[in-house]
């Protein structure tokens, strides 16, 4: 009469909708805390979760470790982009910006410091915010997404300032030229508009599809990445991959990768991408690959370099895309090991 | 008898003596050598950590070397980015030279067409000269010969009419 006890559990609804959402996971953002030993990821759930790079990298690390000290919900939609003042950390995605205490993160329950929404133009739709980009001269943050414009924003009071418009689609990435104080985006329409703060006019539109020694028309289009280093700007995504002069708006090398990339940045002598492969790429100015690394998602969407002068201990690369997981490269070379949600 | 007795043990204990200066005075040398081992190492610990020292500020040099070299790189690498572009473009002298003589082209053959549009109108009027010559002297001839046909009316008349 005693029913036999089965010596596997059956997996609970609640561990079997976990490892589903796990299996379904994108992490769209990554964002390194002032203080340099903590990481926060964003993903498609809406989900922050923040590990602490200083215990995963340290010699005493466990498997407990690599998982989030904390992990909440910040937005009803994903979390396409995050940014990082010295105190707050500021996430988008569905149309709204939240801003989070650094200092208070790590506790549970953590409400939004503020949350602010910058003013569409219609009211039926709200469009997402793709990127987010800090202005630390003028203290504002810029925003841009779905409804083709740059909104930016003051930081201290909130208001907000200026909407430049010329996309004619929306918004896909935005990079900070520091000396003039200029800022650039790239979109879906194909063209990467510079513009001049102080004047909030479009200074330099660039129409990267039109060249034919990048243009790939059969991949489209659209500028996935875009990283900037004053003179020189490399962009790629829909078309090839290229390293443009800015003064003389002249593509001056092309990199050889067929894969569309999502994200890209300058560092040291190199370029660093990564995107619809599993390796993040490392080319040098000159065309040529230096190295090719491997992660363990098969597609990556975003890097991150912790270059926090506080924490020299926890100086790494990280690259997150279409899985759960956030892989920790110590030494440029090799992937040391993985985050996970 | 008596005395062999306690002489052997007399010289047992003089030697048991003897053995226990002895192993006092080995165990004094070891000591002695021990202490000496430990200021040698005292001593090759201190020179180790001198060059730990050194190796570190060597390492942290080279570091800075390398970002130098580094940037170095780069900066080549941005020259040798733009040269190609530039390479690209023909070079400007002889631009210069192609420009100039086609400049010259242009001048010769704007003064040929000049100077043909100039016999043109000549010829032009020329010939509006010779047609309107020959409008006139057409004009005079008829003139003339209405004027004789009238004359020769008027003789015609004449004669018919003083004959009464």
């Not at chain 1, 899985?323 to 949600?341: E, H, I, K, M």
């Not at chain 2, 572009?85 to 400049?103: A, M, N």
Request: one cysteine or more.
């Amino acid at each position: 009469m005693e029913r036999a006890v089965p010596h596997a559990v059956p997996l609970g609804q609640m561990e079997v909708f976990q490892a589903l959402q796990r299996l379904h996971m994108t992490i769209f953002s990554q964002s390194v805390s002032p203080c340099g030993k903590f990481l926060a990821a964003g993903n498609n759930y809406g989900q922050i979760a923040i590990f602490s790079l200083s215990a995963a990298l340290s010699s005493e690390a466990k498997e407990e470790s690599k998982k989030p000290v904390v992990t909440f919900q910040a937005h009803d939609g994903p979390v396409y982009s995050m940014v990082s003042t010295d105190r707050h950390l500021l996430s988008a995605g569905d149309g709204e910006v939240k801003a989070w205490l650094w200092a208070e993160i790590l506790k549970k329950g953590c409400k939004e410091l503020w949350r602010r929404q910058p003013p569409y133009r219609t009211s039926l739709e709200v469009p997402e915010i793709n990127a987010l980009l800090l202005v630390p001269k003028e203290n504002s943050l810029i925003l841009a997404g779905g409804d083709c414009q740059l909104h930016t924003m003051d930081l201290e009071t909130g208001a907000f300032t200026r909407a430049l418009r010329g996309h004619t689609d929306y918004i896909h990435c935005l990079a900070l030229r520091e000396r003039s104080p200029e800022v650039l985006s790239g979109g879906e329409d194909g063209a990467v508009r510079l513009w001049d703060l102080r004047t909030a006019k479009e200074v330099q539109t660039i129409e990267v599809y039109k060249h034919e020694e990048c243009s790939r028309p059969h991949n489209g289009r659209w500028i996935g990445c875009l990283a900037t280093d004053s003179d020189w700007m490399v962009c790629g995504g829909g078309p090839a991959l290229t390293l443009w002069h800015l003064r003389s708006s002249t593509p001056t090398t092309i990199f050889p990768m067929r894969a569309p990339q999502k994200h890209v940045t300058f560092y040291q002598d190199l370029i660093l991408s990564a995107g619809q492969g599993r390796c993040v790429n490392q080319w040098q100015l000159s065309g040529e690959l230096k190295a090719q690394v491997p992660g363990s998602s098969p597609g990556l969407l975003s890097l991150s370099l912790n270059q926090q002068p506080a924490a020299p201990e926890c100086k790494v690369l990280t690259a997150a895309g279409n899985s759960c997981r956030v892989d920790v490269f110590t030494n440029l070379g090799y992937r040391a090991f993985s985050l996970s949600f | 008898m008596y005395t062999t007795a306690l002489y052997s043990q007399y010289q047992r204990m003089l030697s048991t003596l003897s053995q226990c200066e002895f192993s006092m005075g080995k165990t004094l040398l070891v000591y002695d050598m021990n202490l000496r081992e430990m200021e040698n190492y005292e001593k090759i610990y201190k020179e180790i950590e001198c060059s730990i020292a050194g190796a570190h500020e060597k390492i942290a040099e080279c570091k800075k070397q390398i970002l130098q070299a580094k940037r170095i790189r780069k900066n080549r690498q941005e020259y040798d980015a733009l040269a190609k572009v530039i390479q690209h473009h023909p070079d400007r002298h002889e631009t210069l030279k192609e420009l100039e003589s086609l400049g010259k082209e242009l001048e010769h053959l704007s003064h040929i067409k000049e100077s043909v549009e100039d016999k043109l109108e000549l010829r032009r009027k020329q010939f509006h000269v010779l047609l309107s010559t020959i409008h006139e002297l057409q004009q005079t001839l008829e003139n003339d010969e209405k004027l004789s046909e009238v004359e020769e009316a008027q003789e015609s008349t004449m004669e018919t009419d003083p004959k009464p």
